[in-house]
């Protein structure tokens, strides 16, 4: 059985969609003829924390760790509300911020390059190293954001020439929240410069999008494959449906997914329909931005908000199943064209129609249409929007309303793992 060394950040009591895209693979790739050897921080900061997730890694698979230094525990003697905003992606408009906040977005972006787990590399290469000759192992798979673990594969690879898998979950300069990071001509140079030496270096890439593969076929001439995220198989408990005409976002909405032409088309729904006011509500799971919740406020929403903190991935599977419209909303920009939610495909499996609201041809758009699972709309489309939320109403009401999937099976984390295997075998 081959051997390969997965090199991630994130990792079970980590929560979010980036945990558990590798918890899956490494569930599914032993039985594609692949041992996976995984390597973790001891000591991580993580922002948002599962630890339901800890079940799911397999007993007998071997998980290496070693202690890792970040600058946060000391930024947040400054502002711990600040720095967890920061690490978690939210950041405020410019206009919003403060002088603390511009000053740690300045220092985050121009001295921690190409993040703040930058100090985990130089350790981790040594500790790598040694185990790699000692248990006769030649294959690498690095997986980020943050990108520093792709710098530990980049030395890994110079250093003894193993063969090296780089997995980018989201785009690195392209990334949305880059020009957010009041980067000096300098440092950006520098991120292009490694990033461009990631392309070129790494055996393979990988891609979630297939935007984010258009992108980097101009930066590199290494062969490059699109495996998405997707869904497992999972059983939970079955709440019952909500009784009133719930439309809900799972998971963070940062201020800069803020489609106001939603919001507007809801208020005037509630304004024009008595019925509807009286059952409609709109339920936001995870951390909001102020922005956003700003928007909700100002078009007269508050009485059908409901708002729940993080919750770990079994309830938010609970809450998908059980609400009767499930919103998606991407950030307005060529940027996040290329963004794929790792909670898409979850949706997709719910049995509840999708209504998402992003950028004129994103990738979501794509996927949502060719498994008719929803329907997406760009942000200018107030009417439409209106249109769908009434279209599905008059479902709910009738008690019809749900998803009519098709060709979702090559989106299960089986399938996605059997297609991993193939590409390190190749290498």
Known sequence: MKKVLIVTYYWPPAGGPGVQRWLKFVKYLPENGIEPIV???????????????????????????NAIFEPYPFAGLLSKKDTQ??????????????????????????????????????????????????HNINTVITTGPPHSMHLIGLQLKKEMGVKWLADFRDPWTQIGYHSKLKLLSSSRKKHEDLEKEVLQTADMIITTSFTTREEFLSKTNRPIEVITNGYDVEQVEKLPMD???????????LSGRNPENLWQAISELIQENENFARDFQLKLVGAVGELVLESIQK??????????????HSEALQLQRSSQLLL????????????????????????????????????????IQKTNTGSCFLYSQKGEIKGFLQEKYELFKKG???S??????????????????TQIKQL
């Open 243 to 253: 009784e009133q005409f719930s439309l809900s976002h799972i998971g963070s909405l």
């Open 328 to 367: 998606l909303i991407e950030i307005d920009s060529e940027e996040t064209k290329g963004i794929i939610p790792g909670k898409l495909f979850e949706y997709m499996v719910s049995d509840r129609p999708i209504l998402a609201v992003g950028p004129e041809g994103a990738d979501i758009q794509k996927i």
């Open 39 to 65: 390597y973790v921080p001891e000591n991580p900061h993580y922002p948002l924390k599962d630890t339901s997730l800890e079940s799911g890694i397999p007993s007998e698979i071997k998980v290496l760790k």
């Open 404 to 421: 009519y999937p098709i060709g979702l099976q090559q989106y299960s984390r089986k399938a996605l793992t059997k297609q991993l295997a």
């Open 85 to 134: 905003a920061i690490s978690s992606g939210i950041i405020p408009k410019e206009q919003k911020q403060g002088f603390l906040q511009k000053s740690m977005l300045f220092i985050r972006g121009n001295f921690f390059i190409p993040d703040a787990r930058k100090f985990w590399i130089k350790p981790s290469v040594k500790f790598l190293s040694e185990y790699l000759k000692e």
């Open 299 to 312: 078009s007269g929403l508050e009485e059908w908000l409901v708002l729940k903190d993080y919750v770990s």
């Open 400 to 402: 019809e309303l749900k």
